[in-house]
């Protein structure tokens, strides 16, 4: 066999196990719709399938952009302090200083850039593992949300915040879901028909083939670190929009939410493969599991212990797929 029939070999099996893994998450989808729908009356209608796209918007949001910076082997653990710091700085600047709510949602992306420059920074001049430099950064951001706000709640009494986080769309469809749903989208169609999509994997594969072939490999993972700050300071946003509060614990866990739906997703840990349409199958069942178990009114620490038991058997399923 040659090289190039090798290759074409590797390439059709890899698509059969796309294939297979994604009838497997629908019909696990499927399979957790039909018994929660025998277990409750209340888990089948539209209005409660609304509910369950709002209430994974937060998580789903950032997970888009952690789908890529994970198809690259990096990891961001500072996604849960930065929704809680980029919440408390709007509140801040809307309820203490007066300031106009637009300008005060382009300072509050802009903190959310400079905590991904930052990241992003560490990880490509320092040369720090994306798991340390964003633990550690995690910790500082916690503590910065609690250093402005003195550990206090802050109000937030502004009507477009709350429209954000609460109003709907013909009285029906949540505005946190359209704007997830928007991101999923954009991200779908930034892997599938752009040269940066096809970099990002190209470089998960293999980053120093990628530098060698001309793919500016660390202004890419800048960038990656940087759309995540920015987009867990919009989940930060719809979050205190929520709540009509921002809180600096606002987030906690939600690093691990996160990484979850996209291991849950069948994006693989090795890298160099991975899908945002499966991230969103991920989400979804996350958001099915922990509505269905609400419903059947068991108690929210089973919920924490079955995320960890998926994250796990994601995993296991991933190494063995590779096998």
């Known amino acids: 066999m040659t090289k190039s029939q090798a290759k074409e070999q590797k390439s059709r099996v890899q698509a059969v196990q796309q294939k297979i893994l994604d009838s497997v998450l629908i019909l696990f989808a499927i399979s957790m719709i039909i018994y929660f729908t025998a277990a409750s009356p209340y888990f089948l209608s539209l209005k409660n399938f609304m509910n369950i796209l709002s209430s994974v918007s937060v998580v789903g949001i950032i997970a888009t952009a952690m789908t890529l910076v994970m198809i690259t082997r990096g990891i961001d653990l500072s996604v849960g302090s930065t929704i809680a710091l980029t919440g408390c700085v709007s509140a801040i600047l809307i309820v203490n200083w007066s300031m106009h709510w637009i300008l005060a949602i382009i300072v509050t992306l802009l903190i959310g850039a400079i905590v991904g420059v930052f990241n992003g920074v560490l990880i490509t001049k320092f040369k720090v593992v994306p798991f340390i430099a964003t633990l550690g950064s995690m910790n500082m951001f916690r503590g910065l949300a609690f250093i402005l706000t003195n550990g206090q709640a802050i109000y ?32 779908w169609a930034i892997t599938r028909f752009t040269v940066f999509g096809r970099n990002v994997f190209a470089v998960g594969g293999n980053s120093v083939a990628s530098r060698l072939a001309g793919i500016p490999v660390l ?88 995320k960890g038991s998926l994250l796990i058997a994601a995993v296991v399923f991933d190494m063995l797929r590779r096998k």
Do not use: C, H
């Open 156 to 187: 937030v009494p502004n009507k477009m915040i709350t429209f954000i986080g609460t109003g709907k769309v013909f009285g029906l469809i949540p505005i946190p879901a359209i704007i997830m749903m928007l991101f999923f989208v954009i991200f």
């Open 219 to 306: 202004k890419l993972t800048l960038t990656l670190y940087v759309l995540t700050g920015v987009l867990s300071a919009i989940a930060g946003l719809v979050m205190t929009g929520l709540t009509s509060t921002a809180m600096p614990s606002a987030g906690d866990g939600y690093n691990l939410d996160t990484i979850t739906a996209v291991y849950l997703g069948g994006n693989s840990a090795n890298g160099g493969e991975g899908s945002v349409w499966r991230t969103f199958m991920g989400i979804l069942i996350i958001g099915i599991l922990n509505n269905g178990m609400a419903l059947l009114s068991i108690q929210s620490y089973w919920q924490t212990f079955v």
